[in-house]
């Protein structure tokens, strides 16, 4: 085992530095894209913005729901406090019921009618100790009482909370449709510019060769980094039975016919906007960062030479590097208006696509 780390320290090492030559390549492969340099740049603010918002929201929920928790922790704590607190009174009642029972009689009028001096001792020490432990009990009942109040200091607290983060995350979501709006209004500017069949065929074609480009320095990086899949199963065997990463029509598959003689090499399914992204299988990601053309991109290494992508989303939730469970929830869905609405996904093997109807299980 001891052996074993090393190669894995290096391993990562080599991973640490493909993340900093991939984001040199990117910048190469936009000092080369002279056309819309400006509003492609403007468009990858707005969605790197959108994703720390989006990101800061979930964090907001994620307090929320926390502090939800802790609420409902204090509610049982007091409820069950409650029922103690109802047995004692039920306690106390029925020790004033004997004592007043008991009493009827005056301490002088048994003083005077008792004939045995020590049977006159016993009920005399009884009342002692029945009086006693009634002011034990009283003296409980106000503790139990202060503790009950401090409960519901506690609980009005978290309800404080509660209403501060849901304040805050009206604001966080009230700033992220803005960006959304924003964005939709510089897709649309983009789109304008992009006019004619040939200017979109030219722009979807460079965007294509950029990502054959990314794939392409990955796959060399990726070929020296073990896959480390341990005992589980690779997507090799999963064939026909990998999860969808989301529910939603395929809106345009593999092989279909786009603009200017192009075809689709992966899949775009229909989702709305804020919908969660799952991994299809376990893997590694070894990138996920945005891209022209595809919005914020995860490319996930699964080892064996396969590779899963995931285009157009609001928000990436974890870094280069991290080891995704399968069905692990990786990314959010962004807003892409029109016919490009939802998840762009696409399987590589050893840097061809594939067609993923012949792995997905629909």
């Known amino acids: 085992m001891s052996a074993q780390n090393p190669d894995r320290a290096q391993a990562e090492s080599r991973l640490n530095q493909v993340t900093l030559a991939i984001s040199q390549l990117q910048r190469q492969l936009e000092a080369s894209r002279a056309d819309h340099r400006k509003e492609q740049a403007r468009i990858r603010e707005t969605d790197l913005a959108i994703q720390r918002t989006n990101l800061s929201f979930r964090t907001l929920e994620q307090e929320r729901t926390l502090h939800l928790a802790e609420l409902a922790e204090l509610e049982r704590e007091r409820e069950a406090f409650l029922a103690s607190l109802d047995e004692r009174l039920g306690q106390l009642a029925e020790q004033v019921r004997s004592s007043y029972r008991l009493g009827s009689q005056s301490r002088m009028k048994l003083i005077l009618n008792q004939d045995d001096p020590s049977g006159l001792s016993r009920m005399l020490a009884y009342y002692d100790y029945l009086n006693r432990a009634q002011v ?36 966080v979501l009230d700033e992220l449709n803005r960006q959304r709006e924003t ?21 979807l074609e460079q965007n294509r060769k950029d990502l054959e480009a990314l794939l392409e320095r990955l796959t060399d990086v990726l070929a020296d980094i073990p896959a480390d899949l341990g005992s589980r199963t690779g997507v090799a065997q999963q064939k026909g039975k990998l999860p969808m990463p989301l529910k939603g029509p395929v809106k345009h598959a593999y092989g279909q016919q786009r603009a200017g003689g192009l075809r689709w090499q992966g899949w775009l399914i229909g989702s709305a906007a804020g919908a969660e992204v799952k991994t ?6 070894a990138f996920a960062d945005w891209l022209r053309g595809y919005g914020l991109m995860m490319i996930i290494d699964h080892g064996q030479g396969y590779l899963s992508l995931y285009g157009h989303n609001e928000s990436l939730l974890h870094e280069v590097g991290t080891w995704v469970e399968p069905g692990e929830v990786i990314s959010i869905v962004g807003s892409n208006p029109g016919s490009d609405q939802g998840l762009y996904f696409e399987l590589r093997k050893n840097g061809k696509a594939v067609d993923p109807a012949a792995w997905l299980d629909r």
Do not use: C, H, P, W
Not at 157 to 169: A, D, K, M, P, T
Not at 183 to 203: A, H, N, P
């Open 136 to 171: 034990r009990k009283i003296s409980g009942l106000k503790e139990a009482l202060a503790t009950l109040d401090g409960m519901q200091q506690s609980i009005d607290r978290e309800l404080l909370r509660i209403q501060e983060v849901q304040n805050e995350q009206r604001i």
């Open 183 to 203: 964005r939709v209004l510089l897709l649309s500017q983009l789109s304008d510019q992009i006019s004619g069949d040939e200017s979109r065929m030219q722009e």
């Open 280 to 285: 299809v299988a376990y893997g590694r990601i």
